[in-house]
């Protein structure tokens, strides 16, 4: 066990943004869900609804930002595993024009 015999949790978790058109993420309070968030605003809003007056959203003593920072609302769309495909079709190298022939000499 460590010194302080205590693991700290911030009281403020923000989970990662969910996937589909209208990505949000959850906000947690003392592991209460108050709601979900689209913007850094909408998690101030939280904090301060929870009382705290001028929430600094980048203490990491008060909030925790999972699966990304406060820039993060969105995730990439996940990786799709190759699919039987076709092979596509390739096209033939280029050609070079041929040299054009010199004309016919008549006597």
């Given amino acids: 066990m460590s010194e302080s015999g205590d ?7 923000v989970r990662p943004p969910t996937r589909g058109a209208r990505p949000y993420r ?4 003392y592991g209460r869900t108050v709601g979900r968030a689209t913007s850094e605003a909408d998690v101030a809003e939280f904090v301060r609804r929870a009382g705290v007056d ?3 959203l980048d203490d990491p003593e008060l909030v925790a930002w999972r ?7 969105s995730q990439p769309p996940p990786e799709q595993e190759p699919a039987e495909q076709e092979p596509a079709a390739q096209e033939p190298p280029e ?3 041929a040299a054009p022939e010199p004309p016919e000499e008549t006597p």
Wanted: hydrophobic share 35%; aromatic share 8%; glycine share 8%.
């Fill in 67 to 73: 699966g990304g920072d406060r820039t993060v609302w």
């Fill in 7 to 13: 693991i700290f949790h911030p009281p403020v978790v």
């Fill in 26 to 29: 959850r906000v947690e309070i």
């Fill in 95 to 97: 050609q070079e024009p």
């Fill in 54 to 56: 001028e929430p600094d």
